[in-house]
């Protein structure tokens, strides 16, 4: 059986698939602020730098003039906050009242880029790749653009991993976060290159200036970064106005806090509809809850903050059926009639139990010898009630052994220790994107800790375990009271 591999923690990816990390030129950027109120985590998520107050006072302007707000009823107005820009409430606002609705024709999305002059050469590309050329070439058009007053208040970069330059890249040195922050890197590369062949470069006519991979990948972050957990994939769009909502780890809900929904009871135009899932008094911010579901791995590289709680820390156990197998077949048809593959991914949760499909998909990987007796169609029906249960010792004793060894190797992979660490953190002060390496270096390694210790704990069991040839016997009527096995003598 071979060690299980440690990947990233799996999440609905917000642009597509992230694979195959190998190390690239990586910008530079600058730091930011995090502010912690209590339990209450607010971060800069924006950007490190806020816009000059005319572009956010144009912005403002353009949006009232087309349509989306009334300047003299504003519910909430865009407003310098510590995150850099946020939403502040112009008076007292009541829980779950509107306080920003968008029409789609403010949104920008596949739409937006179809009917636009470029729209004839993007129709095959994937939507985050056509929406980046769309922001990018608006982008440089500058004062010419349309929607230059939006773009205008966009950062030019964010806290996030894919903008760290290589010298802060070092302090997430074997973490998942790392490897993830590279596979998208080398994602964003691999589909700039073939874009830049196949639209930008044959076609220089329709765009101003040349775009270059950091362009390109400031255009990716940005849409990683603003874009609402419904608004991806497919359905990717970027919600002006909307989209300047920050988060706040004192929010507990996520979904009911916005809603798309038609405009009126005869209109066919969709509206973005955001609403406060907590009560205001004028001056303060509106703050809404990002990605529940989302682990500090995950919040670092889409928005560039980390948060506090430890059930945000996740960690990846990654098993697959070896095709060397010599009962490849047979275990990838019952891992497939259970609901797995080849290979599956587990999320360990920091002060969580094991998730409940881990153990027994273990068994199967490792399943071999005089237990290789499961793996024959006759037990097919019944093989993962079987594996739900400890098979044999030595089967029990080898998942023991490579999860131990596996993570003994992870832990060999890291710069400092969690004492070290834990000692950064006491002494405070560390800046912004240091201050997030030291928690996702912690959270990775306590995990990694408690994944051995679950596993320790399983082998000082292993005399006292049932195992499947016991069970058997029992059910047989063959075992006494005390454990011992009963024979029958012919007259």
Sequence with gaps: ?????????????????????????????????????????????????????????????????KGAVSASSA??????????????????????????????????DADTVAASEIGRLCGGLRPWVAIALFLLREKALGQASPWHPYLNILPTTTNSTLFWPEGELSEIQGTQLLSTTIGAKDYVESEFTKVEGEVILPNKDLFPSAI????????????????????????????PLADLINHSSNITVEESSWEIKGKGLFSRELIFSLRTPAYLKSGEQVYIQF??????????????????????????????????DPFYGDKLDIAESNGLAETAYFDVVQGHTLPPLMLPYLRLVALGGTDAFLLESIFRNSVWDHLEL??????????????????????????????????????????????????????????????????????????????????????????????????????
């Design 1 to 65: 059986m071979a060690l299980p591999r440690f990947l990233p923690h799996s999440s609905s990816c917000l642009l597509s698939p992230l694979h195959n990390p190998w190390p690239l030129s990586l910008l530079n950027a600058a730091g930011g602020r995090r502010i912690v109120d209590g339990s209450a985590v607010r971060v800069r998520i924006r950007g490190s730098l806020a816009p000059p107050e005319s572009a956010v006072a144009d912005f403002w302007q353009w949006m009232s003039k």
């Design 75 to 108: 519910v909430v107005k865009p407003g310098f906050v510590p995150e850099g820009l946020g939403l502040v409430a112009q008076r007292d606002i009541p829980r779950n009242e509107v306080v920003v609705e968008i029409p789609k024709s403010l949104w920008i």
């Design 212 to 239: 270059t991979l950091p362009d390109f990948l400031w255009a990716f972050g940005m849409l990683r970064s603003r874009a609402f957990s419904r608004l991806r994939g497919e359905n990717l769009a970027l919600v």
């Design 291 to 324: 990605d529940m579901g989302k682990s500090n791995a995950d919040l670092a590289l889409d928005y560039g903050f980390v948060d506090p709680r430890p059930d945000r820390d996740a960690y990846t156990l990654t098993l697959e059926i070896s095709e060397s």
């Design 390 to 491: 400890p098979v044999s010792r030595a089967n029990e004793e080898t998942i023991c052994r490579v999860v131990r060894d596996a993570c003994k190797s992870a832990l060999s992979g890291y710069g400092t220790t969690i004492e070290e660490d834990e000692k950064l953190m006491e002494r405070g002060n560390l800046g912004e994107r240091l201050g997030i390496a030291v928690r996702i270096r912690v959270g990775e390694k306590k995990l990694l800790r408690q994944i051995d210790d679950a596993f320790r704990d399983r082998e000082s069991e292993l005399d006292g375990l049932e195992y499947y040839q016991e069970r058997r016997l029992k059910d047989l009527g063959l075992v006494g009271e005390q454990g011992e096995i009963i024979f029958w003598e012919t007259k």
